[in-house]
């Protein structure tokens, strides 16, 4: 069954690996090549067009387009890049966390009838972008923990509501090893981190393990509200 997604991203961010030899790439180009690998699903794309001039409206109008698209929608897929952040700039004053706070609220709005009709939580996924030189270290870096092969997610790299939906499943499958780091297994996080290489070769799969998280929401401490 297809499904409605949301997308979130820095939309200018150039930092990133080119999808082509001919010019340069932002996250906008990797969101046109991800509505073309929808394309070949049942799934929906909900989301900023590329013809769609908002430079017009008011930051209100902007935000009431958007909460009516991410309300209709069950899915909201984060762009990870190196740049999505600005970093002189309040979180509260940057569309992404606000984008992925209202996703994870459950909105009562009336339908056609007068009743009310709730959303749910969307299931939620964070593809990570390769970087300018075609890495993905800069958040998810490949180590070896404990005599075994791990990855190193850098939390410190997103924004404090996604932050704070990683390493959050309340009973999760983890333990310490001599070097003090301590080693999660499973499917940890309801904000489930993929790498862009890894998606593009298998989108249900991880589309279906989104929705896994979601049916098991209770197992994890969710965050809605954006904090700094």
């Known amino acids: 069954m297809g499904r409605k997604v949301f997308v979130s991203y820095k939309f200018a961010d150039n930092s990133v690996e080119n999808l082509n030899i001919w010019r340069n790439s932002s996250v906008r180009d990797y969101v046109d090549e991800f509505e073309t690998l929808l394309d070949s699903t049942d799934h ?7 013809d769609e001039d908002l430079s017009s409206l008011s930051e209100e109008t902007i935000w009431n387009k958007l909460k009516d698209r991410i309300y209709d929608s069950t899915l909201t897929v984060i762009f990870i890049s190196p740049n999505m952040k600005e970093s002189y700039v309040s979180e509260k004053n940057q569309w992404i966390p606000w ?4 996703s994870l609220k459950e909105t009562s709005r009336k339908n056609k009838n007068g009743d009310l009709v709730a959303s749910k939580t969307n299931a939620m996924i964070a593809l ?19 005599a075994n092969s791990c990855v190193t997610h850098h939390t410190d790299r997103l ?6 939906n990683k390493f959050n499943l309340k009973d999760a499958n983890k333990k310490s090893c001599d ?12 904000i489930g981190a993929v790498k862009w290489k890894d998606f593009k070769t298998n989108v ?23 904090l700094e």
């Open 44 to 50: 929906i794309y909900k989301g900023e067009e590329d």
């Open 99 to 102: 984008e992925v706070s209202y």
């Open 128 to 146: 990570v972008l390769p970087d300018s030189i075609g890495s993905y270290s800069y958040f998810l870096e490949d180590r070896t923990c404990c």
């Open 159 to 164: 924004f404090q509501i996604i932050r704070d």
């Open 179 to 190: 070097s003090g780091r301590t080693i999660w297994y499973g499917d940890f996080s309801y």
């Open 204 to 226: 249900n799969k991880y589309i279906n393990a989104a929705y896994e998280r979601q049916d098991n929401i209770n197992d994890y401490d969710i965050v809605k509200t954006i």
